[in-house]
């Protein structure tokens, strides 16, 4: 622990409560020191290197720009350093720490074989100006990775650069647009079920169209009817994200492409939760016209509290020729291209049958280099049958996961069928004003990230779990038994809920406060 020291810094960390043993069943304690900010620990006077002595008298070179006064900022030696920032990270609560169930996120094991491809100088160090002839190996990568998405979605064309799922959306939608355009089709809609991820309404919006809903039927799918009830020449688009946020496969995703091909429109499917169906469906088969993949998501690579990811867009064979540049092709001599829009004509007329009209960029360069190379690692490393038991494992664990608690929870979509890679629960049965965010902060007791929360908004107090395939069952079994204990008390309306989480370094925080007048800037306290 650190002294308090001149600013007037102290712990503050509150101390559990004698209710301690009472709400924790793992064992599971927050083992967290308090930190303070480098300007409460640090010293003025005090620095991490020694610099030579200046001699007074040597000219100086900064043409005047010498600092007269000292700047005030405050300084640490080495290992204080080293101390304050791995204090900070182990209060970040990461895949490599523990179960993260966090619905519609998939975070799963990264696999170090990922990291060490990802790190090999000729991937980590290439330069995206550097002349083609340099980069054929990266190219390849690239190209490779194409190829497995196009053979895992049967799709036609693939771009590349789009930089995370909701970018991918952009893209696709962007592609869309411009296909209708060059029809001389200005629709103005884009039809999204209630049960679509929230980027798909943000998208559509954000490229100008107008937003209806389609309601889900009680079991938790599109409403077919009503979605056929509303096609017609105004809708450029519907969205659907499958499987949906409920967890759920929608089967009528064929015929919901044919009527909306038929009225003239296109199909985007939010792809995001492709871990689910990955050799077991192929988009393309159900009619999609465009459809991001999140590689962070289903290829594994590192992703959350902003970290990099990528979205890939596999695109139909009516939206080829809009796909934004650049991307990656292998021309007749044999080497891997980079398609930019010198060629595009060329390579359009002799892969796609037409003139190319790419809609523009989506990005300076290419694309996540690095994320390129973890996902081909990941799909390399287990191969077709391998990724299809990918899928099959993450909706293994989820349905596990579903049946362990639907006799206690309430579980909207129970009787629906199987659930996919997501376990969906509601909180309608809670007492004592008892909802899911204090079951949630119970959560963080037992030393799990909570899972998704409020989402989806079809069920009251949602909880969505997805455990992804790399969980063994032991890991599993020690979340259900502690969710159940949560739940247990939450239905008793167990009023200690109300202030957990006890042993976080932060109790519960004003969330409503923090994101709407957050403290970005230190002040020193009052002297
Ligand atoms: C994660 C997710 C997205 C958004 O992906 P980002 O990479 O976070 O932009 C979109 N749709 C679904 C269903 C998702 O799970």
Request: proline fraction near 7%.
């Amino acid at each position: 622990m650190n002294a308090p020291n001149k600013s007037g810094w102290k712990p503050q960390m509150e101390v559990a409560d004698a209710t301690g043993e009472a709400v924790t069943n793992t064992g599971n304690r927050a083992l967290m020191l308090e930190e303070p900010l480098l300007f409460e620990i640090g010293h003025a006077e005090t620095t991490g290197v020694d610099l030579p002595e200046i001699d007074p008298a040597a000219p100086s070179r900064l043409g005047g720009l010498k600092r007269e006064e000292p700047i005030g900022l405050v300084g640490l030696t080495e290992p204080e350093t080293v101390r304050h920032y791995t204090r900070l990270s182990r209060q970040n609560y990461g895949i490599d720490l523990g179960f993260f169930p966090l619905g519609s996120c998939t975070m799963k094991h990264n696999p170090r074989l990922n990291e060490k491809m990802a790190r090999l100088p000729g991937f980590a160090d290439v330069h995206p100006l550097q002349p083609v002839s340099t980069v054929q190996g990266a190219l390849e990568v690239m190209n490779e990775l194409a190829h497995w998405l196009l053979d895992l979605t049967g799709m036609n064309a693939v771009a590349m650069s789009p930089k995370a799922g909701a970018h991918g959306e952009l893209c696709g939608i962007l592609s869309i647009r411009a296909a209708l355009e060059a029809r001389g089709d200005a629709r103005e809609v884009v039809l999204v079920p209630e049960s679509a991820h929230g980027t798909n309404p943000a998208t559509a919006a954000f490229a100008n169209y107008r937003v209806e809903n389609i309601p889900a039927t009680p079991q938790g799918r599109v409403d077919l009817e009503a979605l056929k009830a509303r096609l017609g020449p105004d809708v450029a688009a519907v969205m659907i994200t499958n499987p949906n946020t409920c967890g759920l496969f929608e089967p009528d995703l064929r015929e919901i492409s044919d009527a909306v091909h038929e009225a003239g429109g296109f199909v985007y499917c939010d792809g995001a939760n492709f871990n689910a169906i990955v050799g077991r469906v192929r988009p393309g088969d159900l009619g999609v016209d465009a459809m991001h993949i999140n590689l962070h998501k289903t290829f594994s690579t590192p992703h959350g509290g902003g970290g990099p990811g990528s979205g890939p867009v596999v695109l139909s064979e009516a939206l080829a020729p809009f796909m934004p540049l650049p991307y990656t092709a292998r021309t007749k001599d044999g080497v891997v291209h980079l398609i930019e829009e010198e060629q595009a004509d060329d390579f359009a007329r002799e892969h796609f049958g037409g003139e190319m009209s790419s809609f523009g960029r989506m990005t300076a360069f290419h694309g996540q280099m690095g994320m390129f190379t973890r996902a081909l690692t990941y799909m390399l490393s287990h191969g077709a049958d391998g990724l299809k038991q990918v899928a099959e494992d993450a909706v293994l664990n989820a349905n596990y996961i579903l049946r362990s608690l639907e006799d206690l929870l309430h579980a909207p979509y129970a009787d629906s069928g199987p659930c996919m890679h997501e376990a969906l629960f509601g909180d309608k049965d809670f007492g004592n004003g008892l909802s899911t965010l204090d079951l949630a902060k119970g959560m963080i007791d037992e030393g799990f990230h909570p899972m998704t929360v409020y989402f989806p908004l079809v069920v009251h107090g949602a909880m969505l779990v997805e455990p992804t395939e790399t969980e063994s069952k032991a890991s599993i079994d020690q979340f259900i038994t502690a969710f159940r204990s949560l739940a247990e008390r939450a239905i008793a309306g167990d009023e200690s809920l109300k202030q957990a989480p006890y042993f976080a370094p932060r109790r519960r925080l004003d969330e409503t406060a923090a994101a709407r007048k957050p403290k970005l800037k230190w002040e020193a306290p009052e002297a």
